[in-house]
């Protein structure tokens, strides 16, 4: 089933939240606990807050506080972007949504209101926002007074769009559509070819849901109320300015206008009253009187007299930028509007077959993970149960600037390894802000005649003296792996100065393999823009026999399930199935029957090659049955050489995100970084090692 619905919009006026209120009626019918959220607001919360936000909560009861509804604001979003980081404003939203997700059994997110000066990147962003949220779309158009090829061209064109990105549709929903055009508008856009599985409803133009009532009027001019108080309700469904005199007034008064004329033309106030209590003229909404100006007394008390009053309001703006302002004002369904309200429900049941629509959502499911989604869940869970994690490389720079992050963001309790007052200093130098540090000096530590004897009973039948134990415990990687060892710290994370050698030799031999059978290998993350794929073994092992390769195979299934990616394991080679031979190719098809044969729960190819492990396409010509080709996530390399070429070529070519190496057979985690590494794969790593130890807990 399907967890969330993103509802977003071709253009500006497009009605979506009148839409937004029927969707919500129908999910609420259907399902128990329904969220709403919006991941950019407009207004300033500490000033006003989001219409719609208040909208959905009142009117279907919801508990979740209104700052857990909203992502970030307008103004903070324009912000990061203009400082080039888009990349946190996804974040942000990515966790208020899933903060959300823990109230909720499904979420309705109300997309954007485009209020960007280019609609490009308001498309971009709602596109980024709904992949990294992984929601199934439903898209709003906006018909009104527009010619039928150019809304059918814009649907056309934001549906390919929206595809092409990799997102899932459910239908579309064309609103404010003139009656007659109803049917025609449906069919033009069901001509086109990858729109023919989707649903396609038309809801007809209501003027009064796109009209502001006298309420809204009133808090956009900043107006005085004088009169009408309880007529605050009635919706300007026109305007017109009242300067001239009344015989050419009197005609232009159709039902619902508003009368915008200066506070000193008693004539006119009183005219339009007067019309009020005629059988034969149309009714006003209200009188707006402008210039600062007032009626006198004798015209105030005249105006008392009327029993049936409409709203009369004041404002200091003159008649020319009242009536600017009038025209600008966009209409909301405010939650005290019971008739906005009954009206948007009663045409979103009366034009779209709820039962439909409804299933269609509900079962819908995006099978999105793009790498921001995946480096959060991972944090995420790293968070839930807090680890220590030794870093060795203490004074260098990009390990303190992540340490900075791992702290403040409470992902992980973080030690240093090195010099105490060389650290110090660099931490103030960099201006970074985390409290107080675990700080090892290894020289000095108490614990250094306990790590000498360990290392000295580990490998004295190599020949090792305890002097020489206690030098090469002094190493840090040493002395880290030690801690990891020892239990005094959860994990470890190092390689960003040090070869990947200097790195996991002491876990090697110090920590060990879970199983003398097992080897130790290593699994990369590989985060496309749409999936996550685990490669395995890419660092370690540089020819591995059947027997290994089935362990690898095994052990990266294990380590792939434990963050959150469904294990379908691909045996790589070059060649699928049963039509080549070769010693490298019945290694590969051994080690997939070993597979099996220990794992008979695991969903296993091989031999195969990878573009029919990927490839849907290729796969129904290669491999036609099989549960695994084209759909495969776990991706085994038969040799070091192939996998190691193979990662780094999908990561340059495609722009892929790799996370990695991590080290999987150990009997506690120990992980390397590149030491090419940015501050973000120090912290990505820290969290998979914090993961790890959860796992190896249990």
Request: a positive charge; aromatic letters at 4%; glycine letters at 4%.
């Given at each position: 089933m399907a967890n969330g619905l993103y509802i977003t919009a071709t253009e500006p006026g497009s009605g979506k939240s009148a839409v937004a209120l029927g969707v919500m009626e129908m999910l609420c019918r259907k399902l128990d606990c329904v969220g709403f959220f919006r991941p950019i607001i407009?207004?300033?919360?500490?000033?006003?807050?989001?219409?719609?936000?208040?909208?959905?909560?009142?009117?279907?009861?919801?508990?979740?506080?209104?700052?857990?509804?909203?992502?970030?604001?307008?103004?903070?979003?324009?912000?990061?972007?203009?400082?080039?980081?888009?990349?946190?404003?996804?974040?942000?939203?990515?966790?208020?949504?899933?903060?959300?997700?823990?109230?909720c059994n499904f979420i309705l997110c109300e997309g954007t209101d485009f209020v960007s000066s280019v609609a490009g990147v308001e498309f971009d962003i709602n596109a980024s926002i709904i992949k990294n949220l992984s929601c199934p779309v439903l898209l709003v158009a906006n018909a009104y007074q527009k010619p039928l090829e150019d809304v059918s061209r814009l649907i056309s064109l934001t549906l390919e769009s929206l595809v092409a990105k990799g997102c899932k549709i459910v239908g579309t929903i064309i609103n404010r559509v003139t009656s007659s055009t109803e049917d025609d508008i449906i069919h033009r856009i069901q001509a086109a070819g990858f729109v023919r599985k989707q649903l396609i409803y038309a809801i007809p133009d209501e003027m009064v849901l796109a009209k502001p009532t006298l309420t809204e009027v009133a808090k956009a001019l900043n107006a005085d109320i004088l009169c009408g108080h309880k007529q605050?309700?009635?919706?300007?469904?026109?305007?017109?300015?009242?300067?001239?005199?009344?015989?050419?007034?009197?005609?232009?008064?159709?039902?619902?206008?508003?009368?915008?004329?200066?506070?000193?033309?008693?004539?006119?106030?009183?005219?339009?009253?007067?019309?009020?209590?005629?059988?034969s003229m149309e009714k006003i909404s209200g009188i707006i009187l402008t210039g600062g100006l007032k009626p006198e007394k004798p015209i105030w008390d005249l105006i008392q007299g009327f029993?049936?009053?409409?709203?009369?309001?004041?404002?200091?703006?003159?008649?020319?930028?009242?009536?600017?302002?009038?025209?600008?004002?966009?209409?909301?369904?405010?939650?005290?509007?019971?008739?906005?309200?009954?009206?948007?429900?009663?045409?979103?049941?009366?034009?779209?077959?709820?039962?439909?629509?409804?299933?269609?959502?509900?079962?819908?499911?995006?099978?999105?993970?793009?790498?921001?989604?995946?480096?959060?869940?991972?944090?995420?869970?790293?968070?839930?149960?807090?680890?220590?994690?030794?870093?060795?490389?203490?004074?260098?720079?990009?390990?303190?600037?992540?340490?900075?992050?791992?702290?403040?963001?409470?992902?992980?309790?973080?030690?240093?390894?090195?010099?105490?007052?060389?650290?110090?200093?660099?931490?103030?130098?960099?201006?970074?802000?985390?409290?107080?540090?675990?700080?090892?000096?290894?020289?000095?530590?108490?614990?250094?005649?306990?790590?000498?004897?360990?290392?000295?009973?580990?490998?004295?039948?190599?020949g090792i003296t305890r002097e020489n134990a206690r030098d090469l415990v002094c190493d840090v990687n040493f002395f880290g792996t030690m801690m990891v060892h020892h239990g005094h710290v959860d994990g470890m994370v190092s390689g960003a100065v040090h070869s990947t050698a200097a790195t996991i030799k002491p876990a090697f031999e110090i920590i060990k393999a879970k199983q003398k059978s097992t080897p130790v290998s290593s699994l990369f993350f590989m985060c496309l823009w749409d999936?996550?794929?685990?490669?395995?073994?890419?660092?370690?092992?540089?020819?591995?026999d059947a027997g290994q390769l089935a362990e690898i195979a095994i052990t990266s299934a294990e380590t792939a399930a434990m963050f959150g990616v469904e294990p379908r394991i691909a045996m790589l080679s070059y060649s699928t199935g049963s039509s080549g031979k070769g010693k490298d190719v019945e290694k590969v098809r051994e080690a997939t029957e070993l597979v099996r044969k220990k794992q008979p729960d695991l969903l296993v190819e091989g031999p195969i090659q990878y573009d029919a492990a990927i490839e849907p396409n290729v796969a129904k010509t290669?491999?036609?049955?099989?549960?695994v080709a084209?759909?495969?996530?776990?991706?085994?390399?038969?040799?070091?050489?192939?996998?190691?070429?193979?990662?780094?070529?999908?990561?340059?070519?495609?722009?892929?995100?790799?996370?990695?190496?991590?080290?999987?057979?150990?009997?506690?985690?120990?992980?390397?970084?590149?030491?090419?590494?940015?501050?973000?794969?120090?912290?990505?790593?820290?969290?998979i090692t914090a993961v790890q130890a959860q796992g190896s807990e249990k």
């Open positions: 407009i207004p300033d919360p500490k000033k006003t807050k989001d219409p719609d936000i208040l909208l959905m909560a009142a009117q279907f009861n919801l508990n979740l506080p209104y700052e857990k509804m909203y992502g970030i604001t307008q103004t903070e979003a324009e912000r990061l972007m203009a400082l080039g980081k888009k990349g946190e404003v996804i974040e942000r939203i990515i966790e208020k949504y899933n903060e959300a997700q823990k109230h605050m309700y009635r919706h300007a469904r026109s305007f017109t300015v009242a300067a001239m005199q009344l015989r050419n007034l009197l005609p232009r008064i159709v039902h619902g206008t508003l009368i915008i004329t200066p506070g000193d033309r008693a004539d006119i106030i009183v005219a339009c009253l007067a019309a009020l209590s005629s059988s029993s049936d009053m409409v709203p009369v309001l004041s404002v200091e703006a003159d008649t020319f930028q009242t009536t600017v302002q009038v025209e600008k004002i966009q209409a909301d369904i405010s939650p005290k509007d019971q008739r906005k309200i009954t009206r948007a429900m009663a045409l979103f049941e009366q034009h779209i077959n709820i039962e439909k629509l409804g299933e269609k959502v509900i079962t819908t499911q995006s099978t999105i993970m793009t790498p921001k989604m995946f480096e959060f869940k991972v944090i995420q869970r790293a968070k839930s149960h807090r680890k220590r994690i030794v870093l060795p490389e203490g004074s260098e720079d990009r390990i303190l600037m992540a340490a900075e992050t791992l702290v403040r963001r409470e992902i992980v309790d973080i030690t240093l390894l090195g010099n105490k007052k060389k650290i110090r200093q660099k931490i103030a130098k960099l201006g970074l802000r985390m409290g107080e540090l675990e700080i090892i000096e290894p020289l000095t530590s108490p614990n250094l005649d306990l790590y000498t004897d360990t290392y000295f009973e580990l490998r004295k039948h190599k999936r996550v794929l685990a490669y395995g073994d890419c660092a370690v092992n540089p020819d591995p290669k491999m036609p049955n099989s549960q084209g759909k495969a996530t776990v991706f085994i390399f038969p040799d070091l050489n192939t996998g190691n070429n193979t990662y780094k070529a999908v990561q340059r070519s495609s722009g892929a995100v790799a996370i990695g190496p991590v080290l999987q057979g150990l009997n506690k985690p120990v992980n390397d970084l590149s030491r090419g590494c940015m501050v973000a794969d120090i912290v990505n790593t820290v969290a």
